[in-house]
């Protein structure tokens, strides 16, 4: 792959999904985590359309972003393993007691109807 490839002089975070960075994350190797942080930012511009592709790897990556086709390239298949870490919802069960309310009557406190 080309250099100029996905090509961009900022590194790649995000901070709502990876609070402790991609790299922390333990859904990404290391491989897959240093493309994120090197290529991500391209990858993010050029998924939302604030990039035109430069090149026809590019051009695929879109039409893979768009949904258009499945991801081949090792840059296609990160994108989209993040892409679907970051849009499905994760929900946390915990476990404890549920306190039920007592009523007043049986709480012990008298109260005057006076």
């Known amino acids: 792959m080309s250099q100029s490839n996905f090509a961009s002089s900022k590194l790649f975070f995000d901070n709502k999904n990876f609070p402790r960075g ?3 994350a333990g859904i990404f190797s290391r491989k897959e985590a240093e ?6 930012h391209a990858m993010k511009e050029l998924t ?3 990039r035109e592709p ?3 790897v590019e051009q695929r990556f879109v039409k893979m972003a768009k949904g258009e086709c499945p991801p081949e390239t090792e840059f296609e298949k990160v994108w989209a ?3 679907k870490h970051i849009g499905t919802r994760r929900v946390a069960y915990t476990t404890g007691m549920a306190i039920a309310m007592a009523d007043s009557s049986d709480s012990g406190v008298e109260l005057d109807a006076d």
Do not use: P, V
């Open 22 to 24: 991609i790299n922390r």
């Open 35 to 40: 493309i994120l942080e090197r290529h991500g």
């Open 48 to 50: 939302d359309g604030l």
């Open 54 to 56: 430069s090149s026809e």
């Open 81 to 83: 393993k993040y892409q």
